[in-house]
């Protein structure tokens, strides 16, 4: 990832001296910009690490949330800018602080003066002072049109809904009579969700640990517990002893619908970060295998079962070239957490949506049924075959299920059911990801 210092101070003496909203806005104006270029806004953030850390802890804050809201609301920001510099072709990077300074005019509390001030400030900062007068008129103009501009933004599906064309064309095919509401959930704020670990306490005692440290929390299905309004990991009681994990109400099920008992051999073939291998863990004791072909994400599983006081072997390997990994004995389950889009996390990675292209559905379903078929030759007769993806795309779904059923005669499919399922789909609302779930029995 190419380096940038345009405007921060080298030393982080002088950072918290100049501690500034400019700073904040024009690090953030960098970020994504990175993402633009193709990069992660996870990864672009811990490139950047040293550099948030000389902000400090509100302007950190500020950068973070301005980045991920700038994501979230990109389609409908560009929409409206756009007919602001229908004279001018900014440069990414000043195209970038004009999607900051917008957000946080239209979409947070900061006076707008101060938006537009410390926003002219960067610009000078990062460029150079003649800058300064396009930004400000720019964005005085955004405050003047703010209505025309939205109704212009209306006109447009990625002005309205914040994402690209292609996608919102794929969840109209897909889903046709909830695209509109996936849509509008990937534009909330996404929920603190956590997971008990049963071993160590139960849904009731720790929603009483919770009152107790003062925050509200309410149980969901399972062992899940949604905390409302959100707070820092580090406000939750016990979080460092193992009481609890942070898991999205979606990506619980895994476990419980691959049922695992104690005294099985399992298999979690694409493992990291390591929330589901945990869960299964917390749910029996299991010979369990935890495998994933990147070393550093391995890195936090091991982790996370620390944490938790949970053990599992650990093999660094790609699931599909079972002779770098497999021993030859089977498995009696296997949870196939897929790569994949990622599109039904879209709320929590919103970077997502712009960083996918219009082929890696099927690309990556194709993928997954590589993996599939792989580890359908480890798995005995009787066992069970979990297949997982965070997408709302058919490719990545359906069109996998049906492929695979007809390459594998002695495999006979069962889609979950129950409230939370609609044909193997978890659909996205204020409490749940989106997910799909179908299970693979061997007979």
Known sequence: MTERRLFLPEQPAAAAAASCLDLAQALAAELLV????????????????????????????????????????????????????????????????????????????????????HAVRAAVTMTHPAVGGFVNAVLRNLQRRRA???????????????HPEWWIRRLRRDHPRHWKAILAAAQGHPPLTLRVNRRRCTVADYLERLQQAGLQGRALEGDAIVVEPPCAVERLPGFAEGLVSVQDASAQLAATLLAARDGERVLDACAAPGGKTAHLLELADLDLTALDHDPRRLGRVTDNLRRLGLQAELRCANAADLAAWWDGRPFDRILLDAPCTGSGITRRHPDIRWLRQPGDPARLGQTQLQLAAALWKTLKPGGTLLFATCSLFSEEGPSVVQAFLAAHPDARLRLPEGPSFQEGWVLPDALHDGFFYALFERH
């Open 148 to 162: 025309e501009l939205e109704t212009g933004a209306d006109a447009t599906p990625e002005g309205r809904h914040s």
């Open 34 to 117: 990175l993402v633009d270029e193709g990069h992660s806004l996870d990864g672009a953030l811990l490139a950047r690490a040293d550099r948030l850390e000389a902000l400090g802890p509100h302007l950190r804050a500020v950068c973070r949330d301005v980045c991920f809201g700038v994501l979230r609301h990109r389609g409908r920001l560009r929409a409206m800018l756009r007919p602001l510099l229908q004279k001018s072709a900014p440069q990414p990077l000043m195209l970038a602080l004009l999607s900051v300074a917008a957000y946080q005019l239209l979409h947070t509390r900061t006076a707008a003066h101060a938006v537009v001030d």
